[in-house]
């Protein structure tokens, strides 16, 4: 009657399965470096255009690339951490436009400078990132629901201000030098201070998402957040706040979404508040599913989320410029979301059977 | 291993946990039935029973996630009411429940840690000292005699055996004075339970943690536990110390039925029925 307890021999017949085929082992690879697949195809899409029209690595081309990356992806690594909570944000498209237009208007009519009036811009960000996290969480609405009324609330707001005019932005420097205000001109040198605005956007975005990686992969902040999407029912029972890990990420939300918008009134001296709205959320969305961050909630790369808007931007200029109409631009662009989304789902369900 | 190895409960050894008389109805439905209980100090205790005779329930009793209607904890000599999971731990009672809320998405060594973490400062941020989890994840793991390919694995890629070794490991880390197991083998195949059976047989030769198992199947744990407690729509049945009766004893005893007459026949036979 007595039971033996397993011999060492035994437990390591348990546990792992090498993987067995070639597709499960590319499948396991994608599963560990979702950001490196992600960025092949990104150089694979710079090689072919640069192929196909040798202006598009010009530095002019570059910085327009780069300006659209930079602004998918602001909003893209917010949209990450959110949905590796398991919820969504798609209100940041009018955010995106409502704080600049705030920040603009605050300007001209009350003389508050630039850097405090865009401070406050990205406050209101955050405002309404709670105001989303708290209906979702408290009301249990899903977010999916909370941020389409959310967007259309908003939007509806930023449009009837002033009638839907844009409006020109004051310039106040370096404010405007610093958050986005292109001085480079083709006589400049790359490496001069004005070669450096060219990208600027495109920096601030580098910086915020290697600041969102750190925040993920090495504090307890992160890690909750992952526990929360992962095993909302278990992270509670281990004792994890997971309404409030969900609320701040929808203020980081709001506040990254609102910097961007910040960011793109600076750089284009004009606020429009048509300037964001639906598409560009979905954009975002985009960015983030290509990046390798799932909709399922527990995982996803903020630098994925990067390489994936840059995808975006280069699908979007690069066949503009080799002479396609715009539109068609979004074919591919629907093409790669779909392509990438049953590429996550594959492999999370792979691993959900402990194939790989 | 088998019973054997380890000598019986001291009797004198001091009662750590006593549930006396709870009662509680959900609605229209009666879970529990004046249920009594007690623990010893480092004791194994299983709860027996089928669907709905009212183990879960009052496990979760103990573990603060419901309230009794009547009936009162006596917890370490005082008289204790837990009103919600976080309290119930903070007090050394901890649940590893069925679900084994685990994060699939993170590693052995951060789901020892996550909710606990350990940091250390760089550059004046706060960050997670993941090297010092992963050093402590691997040395008590290996103290547990737990075997797994890597304290860096997600815990999504462990076989059943090994996420519930882990699950159990992570709750006794905190030493608890009680640790509950919420159908500890249910998922599992034979060899992997076997695994989780020594788990629990090497705590209970320390005698350091008071243990409670819910189970199914009294045969299943017959060697790992000192008393085995028979639930029955809602009231114990039957109270058997494993040291005086026989597993042979008990199948008559539970294939009689677990009624009133069985148990009356039961009591006489084996002279501690309650």
């Known amino acids: 009657m007595a039971r033996t307890t397993p011999t060492s021999q035994q437990v390591r017949k348990v546990g792992i399965k090498a993987p067995e085929g070639g597709f499960e082992k590319v499948l396991m690879v994608l599963s560990r470096y979702r950001e490196a697949s992600i960025a092949v195809v990104a150089v694979v899409l710079v090689i072919y255009f640069q192929i196909s029209n040798p202006a598009f690595l010009s530095s002019q081309e570059l910085s327009v690339v780069l300006r659209d990356t930079a602004r998918f992806g602001m909003i893209a690594v917010a949209q990450v951490m959110l949905m590796i909570t398991g919820e969504i944000d798609l209100s940041v498209g009018s955010t995106f436009s409502l704080a600049p237009y705030v920040m603009v208007l605050m300007t001209i009519s009350w003389g508050v400078p630039l850097a405090i009036s865009a401070l406050a811009g990205i406050l209101l960000g955050v405002l309404i990132g709670l105001i989303n996290g708290l209906i979702t969480v408290r009301f249990r609405v899903p977010s999916l629901i909370t941020t389409v009324g959310t967007l259309f609330l908003l939007q509806g707001v930023v449009v009837s201000i002033y009638n839907s005019q844009p409006i020109v932005a004051p310039v106040q420097e370096p404010f405007n030098a610093i958050f986005g205000e292109n001085l480079y001109s083709p006589t400049d040198s790359l490496w001069s201070w004005h070669g450096l605005t060219a990208f600027s956007p495109f920096l601030w975005t580098v910086a915020v998402v290697l600041a969102m990686a750190l925040v993920l992969n090495r504090t307890t902040f992160g890690l909750h957040t992952i526990a929360t999407g992962s095993n909302i029912i278990g992270a509670k029972e281990i004792g994890i706040r997971t309404d409030r890990i969900k609320i701040y990420n929808f203020m980081i939300a709001g506040g990254l979404a609102a910097a961007a918008g910040v960011i793109n009134t600076v750089e284009f001296a004009s606020a429009d508040p048509l300037a964001g709205g639906p598409f560009l959320t979905l954009q975002a969305v985009a960015a983030a599913v290509i990046g390798g961050t799932s909709l399922l909630g527990g995982s996803g790369t903020p630098i994925g989320a990067l390489v994936g808007a840059f995808v975006v931007a280069t699908l979007n200029n690069g066949l503009v410029m080799m002479g396609a109409q715009a539109t068609v631009s979004d074919i591919y662009l629907g093409a790669a979301i779909v392509l990438a989304m049953i590429l996550n789902v594959q492999v999370d369900r792979m691993r959900a059977r402990r194939r790989i | ?274």
């Not at chain 2, 609605?27 to 209980?37: M, Q, R």
């Not at chain 2, 669907?51 to 008289?79: C, M, V, W």
């Not at chain 2, 119930?88 to 951060?110: F, K, P």
């Not at chain 2, 076989?159 to 030493?175: E, F, K, L, N, P």
Request: charged letters at 20%; one cysteine or more; hydrophobic letters at 45%.
């Open chain 2, 1 to 274: 291993m088998s019973s054997k190895d380890i000598p019986a409960i001291d009797p004198r050894a001091p009662i750590i946990l006593e549930m006396n008389h709870i009662s509680k109805t959900f609605g229209a439905v009666t879970a529990l039935v004046d249920v009594s209980i007690k623990l010893r100090q480092g004791e194994v205790l299983a709860l027996v029973g089928d669907n709905g005779a009212g183990k879960s329930t009052l496990i979760k009793i103990l573990s603060g996630f419901h309230r009794p209607d009547s009936g009162t904890i006596i917890y370490q000599g005082k008289e204790v009411r837990f009103y919600s999971p976080r309290e119930a731990r903070a007090h050394g009672v901890e649940t590893v429940y069925q679900d084994l809320a685990l994060i699939n998405h993170l590693s052995v060594y951060h789901n020892m840690f996550v909710g606990r973490e350990y940091h250390k400062w760089i550059l004046g941020l706060k960050l997670l000292d993941n090297k010092k989890m992963r050093d402590l994840a691997r040395a008590y793991l290996d103290t547990l005699g737990i075997q797994i390919p890597s304290v860096d694995s997600l815990v999504d890629l462990l076989s059943g055996g090994q996420r519930q070794s882990v699950a159990v490991a992570r709750s006794i880390y905190s030493s608890p004075t009680i640790l509950v197991l919420d159908e500890p083998l249910a998922a599992l195949g034979v060899r992997e339970g076997a695994h989780v059976l020594g788990l629990i047989q090497n705590l209970r030769r320390q005698r350091s943690v008071s243990i409670i198992l819910i189970v199914h199947n009294y045969n299943q744990v017959f060697e790992v536990c000192d008393r085995i407690n028979f639930l029955h729509s809602g009231e114990v049945v039957l109270d058997a110390s494993t040291s005086e009766t026989s597993e042979e004893q008990l199948i008559r005893i539970v294939k009689s039925g677990l009624g009133r007459e069985a148990i009356a026949a039961a009591a006489a036979e084996i002279g501690n029925a309650m």
